[in-house]
């Protein structure tokens, strides 16, 4: 993304939700995007996908993917990308799964967007594995001109039975026991773990090039968080390509991540790769939200808060968003908005505090 | 629990209901009205009285005069119908299906015109679909159904024939030279479906050109109502979640609309449609009447003027055995469609 | 919510407030003061219009056309239509106030009540309630005025009895939520009966969605109203009534269609401008029901 600024029209004013966002998924790396609620991590999210609500609007800024300005595509093409390439999941499985389709049908109609997919595997046998391995051989052009092609020599019948079969491998592939019966259900006979590894793996049958997973723990009990951060670990070395990671809890970014991005009321504040950021934050964002946590390791500190609360967007402060409860502020930060900025190596802040060097 | 075994145990809640549905015709009929005049005919002497009360234990502590009572119900004898000179339930069984098929076209009008639309509104809120929707349904609330099916016959009929342009016939279900010509085999008693499935079409097309005014004037009332709640629940739907997954895996938004959202803004619109049934019960005896259809509710009208009170209270009965059996319908379908119902 | 010495004070400053807001909204202003008009002319009617217009018949006058003399035109008895409709506002208007009042009073208390006592009570009631919501709703009117003979108390009365269960139900669901509330106890505690309790406490914190519900009615009331008396109940052949008027407008709706379309459009005017300020009053109080 580069320096994307998004609005959103309500009664109250103009939010100023984004303000500039800039900054990059390096391919097969699972980044972290972290910050507190109300910081415009969600809706980084949904403007990637376009899944913003009617009276957001994106102002400035592009959202480079494949080469394509997503910005400019047409709807149908962006469908497209939705259906092959990248892939969401969300915070809450209980109100993301529609309560009167059964796990099956939510998943299989993933698998039968991509007719062209399901040719080549059917012939060459139904299992994931397959479906992975034809993915990666898969060229562009096919994607965009496959749709004709192969699926006409497929019946709906037996597209419908590749797709099944490819269901029942993929919740295996989420650890899932039992999956034929799981197909049959409807999401409320389900728990929330199990909710939630359902939409992995709606996520995981596109085998997308972007997987992006917003809060995906953050609505489910402690212990059953664990299985799935778990859960993803596995998948992140066998079967995911880039990972968009959303999460307010800075333990998952430590877990799961190779590099962390962190979040201020819409400005990305700080970048680096996920080591070097837990051991030397250079924003005071960054360095609050540290002591903020109790970490193994550390001596028993009062856990300490940053004072102040988040800025109302609508009139948001100038210069330097968060100036105002930053102990480090000086004249600079109140007028000038600092850009991210290279620090150290790899890992860029940005901040009056450490000059303006291009990154 | 099946699905056949909660239609049972609904049946049987059904039982208790109408039980309660009788208690309180008994008690119109049979408290505050003299008992007796249920059962006599215009044949009935003097004499014969004595023997009357006996039979149907009309003297009897009221417990056992309700038993009676029901009892007679169950075995057809729903008392005797003095302006008909015929048995309450004979009466009332012979106009059955022309009510039936007035209120099923009427429900169909409701149905067919007000869920497309309803959701055309709900795709287009707050442009014109949407308003021209709000106001119809508003003005259907507030029209009396008997003044909309004159003012029908009046343009569609009257100014119709007036003008030259083909005319709706605005009285009774057939032409009257029509039953002669070509008769009619009455298999259900619904006019169109029978004529149709015996071949007989020109008796359809007469059929449902009578048909076409009473059904939409009956309808028309219950057709807002279905409109703008099919609108607001979809709407409701249309801002849930499973919707914002449904298009992030690149559905199309027609897939998004007809097979994530319908469903689920279904259900609230077939509660209503239950209500709405009642609401077109209710409407029949006025309707009936405009258009000279000669159906149940009619025939209590006409009992009315002729302080027939047999048949209007028999006619009550049967207009709640009707809403209660519908009522059931609209509940089954719900638990079909709606997965989460335990039952 | 804190202890009231009675909660009626409240209430009515509340209902204040509500008229305030209903002033603000277009539609529903224009509804509420068509509305607000209709009950005027009914209340000034009998002094505006003499009921002589409504009693004398003058035969050559009949079936006059709308013109300059006779706006509306004239009926088969020559009266003038204009001056009967306005002398027949009146009466339905009344009929509609009654119903719907009788109504409130009977299915507040017998809700009020139930919901409070409970126990075998309520449960009663609420099958009685569900009995009577089994049957529709004109029809029951319809039986019970054929059982109670013609006239129009007996038709009021008729359509009251249809009215009541809709609000037992509705304030009975309130109350159950009411009572659990921990003034409830409190005065219960100060040894304050229960009668008391539910007068003076309950019910003025529960009526609201009643009362929504009841404004919400009255347009349908006039239309239940209407039709009855067009199917004959109700008042005599020449007492001005709207539902009347169509009747005897039937018979020469091809000739004098005038006869059948005002008297109509007048109820339908009634009921919408109800109906618009019935809305009007459940969205402005509807985050406010969530109590």
Not at chain 2, 129 to 153: C, E, I, K, N, Y
Not at chain 2, 277 to 295: K, N, Q, Y
Not at chain 3, 40 to 61: K, Q
Request: charged fraction near 20%; hydrophobic fraction near 50%; proline fraction near 5%.
């Amino acid at each position: 993304m580069n320096n994307v600024r998004l609005n959103f029209h309500t009664f109250a004013g103009e939010v100023k939700a984004l303000d500039g966002v800039t900054f990059m998924v390096k391919k097969g790396e699972a980044i972290g995007l972290v910050g507190e609620s109300g910081c415009g991590k969600s809706v980084t999210a949904l403007a990637i996908v376009g899944l913003l609500p009617e009276n957001a609007y994106l102002s400035d800024g592009e959202i480079l993917f494949e080469g394509q300005n997503l910005r400019n595509i047409s709807q149908k093409e962006m469908r497209n990308i939705r259906a092959h390439k990248i892939a969401m999941v969300f915070q809450d499985p209980t109100t993301f799964l529609n309560p009167v389709l059964t796990i099956g049908e939510q998943l299989e109609e993933v698998f039968l967007l991509t007719p062209d997919r399901l040719a080549r595997v059917a012939a060459a046998g139904e299992t994931f594995e397959v479906l992975r391995s034809v993915d990666e051989e898969c060229t562009e052009t096919d994607v965009e001109t496959g749709h004709a092609q192969t699926s006409s020599k497929l019946s709906k019948s037996r597209l419908k039975k590749v797709a099944r079969a490819l269901s029942v491998d993929v919740l295996k592939q989420v650890r899932l026991a039992d999956p034929e019966r799981i197909l049959r259900q409807y999401p409320h006979e389900l728990s929330g773990g199990m909710k939630q590894r359902c939409m992995i793996a709606m996520a995981l049958a596109r085998n997308p090039v972007l997987f992006i997973a917003d809060e995906i723990t953050t609505a489910l009990d402690v212990t059953v968080q664990a299985q799935i951060l778990e859960l993803l670990r596995e998948l992140k070395h066998e079967l995911l390509g880039s990972t968009l990671l959303i999460t307010h809890d800075l333990g998952v970014v430590a877990e799961l991540c190779d590099r962390v991005a962190v979040m201020y009321a819409g400005n990305i504040v700080e970048i680096a790769e996920v080591n070097e950021l837990f051991a030397n934050p250079l924003h005071p964002y960054t360095q609050g939200l540290m002591r903020a946590i109790p970490m193994i390791g550390r001596r028993l500190e009062r856990l300490e808060t940053i004072p102040g609360s988040v800025p109302d967007l609508i009139y948001p402060p100038s210069g330097c968003r968060f100036h105002p409860r930053c102990p480090f502020a000086f004249e600079k930060c109140k007028v000038e908005k600092p850009q991210l900025s290279h620090v150290r190596q790899e890992h860029n802040a940005a901040c009056h505090l450490y000059g303006e060097k291009e990154s | 629990m099946k699905l056949w075994e909660y239609i049972l145990r609904r049946m049987v809640l059904l039982i208790f209901v109408l039980i309660g549905v009788t208690l309180i015709i008994f008690f119109l009929s049979q408290v505050l009205l003299d008992p007796v005049t249920l059962y006599l005919t215009e044949r009935t002497r003097e004499e014969a009285i004595p023997a009357l009360i006996a039979y149907y234990h009309l003297n009897d502590p009221w417990p056992i005069r309700y038993g009676v009572y029901v009892w007679n119900l169950l075995r057809g004898d729903w008392g005797y119908s003095r302006s008909l000179s015929q048995p309450v339930f004979v009466g009332l069984a012979g106009r059955f299906p022309a009510t039936l098929e007035l209120t099923i076209a009427a429900t169909l009008w409701a149905l067919v015109v007000g869920i497309p639309f309803g959701i055309i509104s709900a795709l287009r809120n707050n442009k014109l679909p949407d308003h021209v929707s709000r106001l119809v349904a508003l003005t259907g609330v507030s029209t009396p159904v008997f003044w909309l099916g004159l003012l029908l016959q009046l343009l569609f009929f009257y100014y119709f024939h007036l003008l030259g342009l083909p005319n709706l016939p605005s009285n009774g279900r057939l032409d009257t030279t029509m039953a002669l010509v070509h008769p009619v085999t009455q298999i259900t008693g619904l006019l169109v479906l029978d004529s149709l499935i015996t071949g007989n079409f020109i008796v359809t097309e007469d059929a449902l050109a009578h048909l076409v005014l009473p059904s939409f004037a009956l309808g028309f009332v219950s057709l807002g109502v279905i409109m703008r709640i099919m609108r607001s629940s979809m709407l409701e739907v249309l801002r849930q979640d499973y919707i914002i997954l449904a298009r992030s895996k690149g559905l199309s938004e027609r897939v998004v609309i007809y097979r994530h959202a319908l469903k689920n803004a279904l259900i609230p619109t077939v509660t209503v449609t239950g209500l709405a049934v009642a609401a077109l019960l209710g409407g029949a005896p006025l309707t009936e009447t405009v258009f000279g259809w000669p159906g149940m509710g009619r025939l209590a009208v006409e009992g009315i003027g002729r302080n027939d009170a047999p048949l209007i209270m028999g006619f009550t009965l049967i207009a709640a055995l009707i809403l209660v059996l519908v009522n059931l319908a609209v509940d089954i379908i719900y638990a079909y469609l709606d997965p989460r119902i335990k039952y | 919510m804190a202890t009231r010495r009675s909660s009626w004070s409240a209430l009515i400053a509340e209902l204040k407030f509500t008229g305030h807001l209903l002033i603000q909204n277009k539609v529903v202003l224009t509804g509420t003061m068509i509305a607000a008009g209709v009950l005027v002319i009914a209340a000034i009617g009998p002094f505006i219009v003499p009921p002589s217009a409504a009693a004398n018949i003058e035969t050559p006058r009949r079936l006059q056309p709308p013109g300059s003399e006779h706006w509306l035109g004239t009926d088969d008895y020559g009266r003038d239509l204009f001056k009967v409709i306005i002398l027949s506002i009146r009466l339905d208007v009344l009929a509609m106030l009654e119903i719907v009042s009788a109504g409130l009073f009977i299915g507040v208390l017998l809700g009020a009540f139930s919901g409070f006592i409970g126990g075998k009570l309520d449960e009663i009631l609420m099958r009685i309630t569900d009995i009577f919501f089994s049957i529709p709703a004109l029809i029951l009117a319809l039986a019970v005025a054929a059982a109670l003979g013609r006239g129009l108390n007996n038709l009021v009365l008729a359509i009251i009895v249809v009215q009541w269960p809709g609000y037992t139900r509705i304030l009975r669901g309130q109350v159950l939520a009411e009572k659990e509330r921990l003034y409830v106890d409190a005065l219960r505690g100060l040894g304050i009966g229960r009668f008391r309790i539910i007068i003076r406490h309950i019910i003025p914190n529960t009526i609201y969605p009643v009362l929504v519900q009841a404004t919400l009615d009255l347009g349908g009331v006039i239309l239940t109203f209407a039709g009855l008396s067009f199917l004959g109940f109700g008042v005599s052949a020449l007492t001005p009534e709207l539902g009347r008027l169509i009747t005897a407008g039937q018979t020469y709706i091809f000739q004098a269609p005038w006869l059948v379309a005002f008297p109509g459009l007048t109820i339908l005017i009634m009921s919408l401008a109800f109906n618009l300020m019935g809305d009007g009053i459940r969205d402005i109080l509807d985050p406010r029901l969530r109590r």
